[in-house]
């Protein structure tokens, strides 16, 4: 089993830069891949980027690449998502997610935090 919890969420003008963080416990973290998507009312949910257990490798949504970075620290079973030049189009929840795969479908991760808004204003 793996709990996550998200943290970082909050209000940015549009240029701006925030960091949010998932705190995760259970013994398997590290072997993990890991996750964030976004949500808004009415859409699916959508991902936006993914990091292997190693975190050696990392890939990215075309509307977040060069903007945004995914890493992690095993040793404290984090993983950080350094959002930069923010729009108002990424304002959504944001979801932390854990998977034995790297991938980036929602069906590739079964372990989903409770989400964290993030909120851009123009």
């Known amino acids: 089993q793996v709990q996550l919890v998200e943290s970082g969420g909050g209000l940015v003008q549009a240029g701006g830069s925030l960091r949010l963080s998932c705190a995760a416990s259970?013994?398997?973290?590290?072997?993990?891949?890991m996750a964030w998507f976004r949500q808004t009312p009415g859409k699916e949910r959508e991902f936006v980027t993914a990091i292997s257990w190693t975190g050696t490798s990392a890939y990215y949504a075309d509307s977040v690449k060069g903007r945004f970075t995914i890493s992690r620290d095993n040793a404290k079973r984090t993983v950080y998502l350094q959002m930069n030049s923010l729009k108002p189009e990424d304002t959504a929840v944001y979801y932390c997610?854990?998977?034995?795969?790297?991938?980036?479908?929602?069906?590739?991760?079964?372990?989903w935090g409770q989400g964290t808004q993030v909120t851009v204003s123009s």
């Open positions: 259970g013994r398997t973290f590290s072997r993990r891949a």
């Open positions: 997610a854990a998977g034995r795969e790297l991938g980036g479908l929602y069906d590739d991760y079964h372990y």
